[in-house]
């Protein structure tokens, strides 16, 4: 699901369901973070590093741990991009070549509604306009809940670049939707604060993609070097 949103430069391994059976250890080293914590957290935080080291090996980098590091962002091998996902039933990491792309950032959630408020805290009233009209013109789908997804992708896809927070105010993001496909697009987030500085220019959004399919909205943002 979630490779279909990346270009062929960027390996990914997800996991459906939620037999962790068969899924690699973790090291000493993240054992010690998940020591205190419950077994929903300890099982996901298991399987998406599992996915991460099995990614490490399709890109031919040797399989190692992956720490927390500022604001919990994953700490990757030298010269290696990435970003992890997980909720309820499906975890997936997805790698690159940090000289293929300068970033990349995935999201996946339970395409359902998401709890009272949430929505008015994480989206602009263009976004909550365009928004009404996809629910209006495309239903089943769950537009609100697409929409945190890509706020997610771009904050992952954001942070390597700057090390700074993004609040979910500070890009407007606009969703299209393929006109063969309903249940797939494209993803184009504004940046209304000043975005990093990549290649010697000044980003000033980012794209990305989108799929809705097996109870499941994902999204995915890269950022090339050029």
Known sequence: MIEELLPATVVTVEAHGDDDAGHLPLYP?????VARAVAKRRREFTVV????????EKLGVPPQPVLNGERGAPQW??????SMTHCDGYCAAALVRAADLASVGIDAEPDGPLPDGVLSAVSLPGEAQRLRRLAWERPGIHWERLL?????????????????WLDFMEADIEISVDPVDPRRGVLRAALLVPGPVVGGRRV?????RWTAQHGLVATAITVPHA
């Open 49 to 56: 590093r599992s996915c991460a080291r099995r990614a490490m």
């Open 77 to 82: 091998p030298a010269g290696v991009a990435g």
């Open 29 to 33: 080293e993240e054992e010690a973070l």
């Open 148 to 164: 945190f997804s890509a706020k997610e992708s771009v904050y992952k896809a954001w942070f390597p670049l700057t090390g700074k």
């Open 204 to 208: 000033t959004h980012f794209d990305g």
